[in-house]
């Protein structure tokens, strides 16, 4: 294993550090949090990376140890253009950081198709996964609003400032929201091959299987958050979780994609007592 400390990122942001996996690709990751408290693995959706959960993660520090990482294609990640970016694979990516980090058990909370990888990474591991917290993640592809920016992303790359925008703009509940310029710098780092191949990967895992069952089968303790103004998957599709056992489904109003940067106090209550509960249960 190869650990390289990463420079700092915007102001306030934390440092971090780049694994080699086994496969040679480097994982950009980050943590936060005490090291001896539970675990909160993040994982981000398509054309995003660990920035996007800034804003939430010092709401989540005070009792957990926050590891968040790029994918593969990503962020501060290798973005190879003969790599594999399905969905199966980034989970095992996942799963090999929390053992390179010593981590034997995580809730993993996944937003958009980040939750698709956390899925997976619980069918691959059910023994690391806790349990699951899934942000704005669509149910299956009968969900999906394919209008506008959201059906597919700039036809050609790098984009220019306004496509990037314009890609981006769904991603959040109202027009004129000022999306931060980090995550569009780091979106404007992918290259069109990791773009489009992590977003067909995703299409491609839902079309196998809808998330509620597997996630039937699985049994994990589940959490659904739902902006309810979502732009990009019909946030009444989050009552197809309710086949889950035991799921905990909140719909959030006034929210859209992007619970996360839009309202991050609202979207971490519901998230610090689910991964509470967990806690107890683990005991």
Avoid at 39 to 57: E, P
Avoid at 64 to 83: A, C, E, M, Q, T
Avoid at 252 to 257: A, E, T, V, Y
Wanted: charge should be negative; include cysteine.
């Amino acid at each position: 294993m190869t650990v390289s400390e990463g420079g700092p990122y915007a102001s306030g942001e934390a440092v971090g550090s780049a694994l080699e996996l086994g496969g040679g690709e480097r994982i950009h990751v980050c943590q936060d949090g005490p090291r001896d408290a539970p675990v909160l693995l993040l994982i981000h959706g398509s054309a995003s990376s660990t920035r996007s959960w800034d804003q939430l993660v010092p709401l989540l520090t005070g009792v957990h140890r926050v590891v968040r990482i790029d994918l593969l294609g990503h962020g501060r990640s290798d973005k190879p253009d003969d790599g594999t970016y399905a969905v199966t694979d980034q989970a095992h990516r996942a799963g090999e950081v929390l053992d390179r980090l010593g981590v034997g058990h995580a809730v993993v909370v996944g937003h958009s198709s980040g939750g698709a990888v956390a899925v997976a990474l619980a069918e691959q591991r059910p023994e690391l996964v806790t349990a699951l917290a899934l942000i704005n993640t669509g149910p299956g592809l009968h969900a999906f609003i394919a209008t506008g920016a959201a059906a597919a992303g700039p036809a050609q790359w790098p984009p220019s400032d306004e496509q990037l925008r314009e890609f981006a703009s769904s991603g959040f509940s109202r027009a004129g929201y000022e999306i931060p310029d980090e995550l569009l710098a780091d979106a404007r780092r992918m290259t069109l091959h990791s773009l489009t191949s992590s977003m067909g990967a995703t299409r491609t895992y839902l079309e196998q299987q809808p998330l509620p069952d597997r996630l039937t089968v699985l049994g994990k303790p589940l959490l659904v958050l739902f902006g309810e103004d979502d732009r990009r998957w019909r946030s009444s599709s989050a009552a197809d979780y309710a086949v889950v056992p035991d799921a905990e489904i909140h719909l959030l109003p006034g929210l859209g994609h992007s619970p996360l940067l839009e309202d991050p106090p609202r979207t971490a209550e519901p998230l610090l007592g689910f991964a509470a509960v967990q806690g107890v249960r683990a005991e």
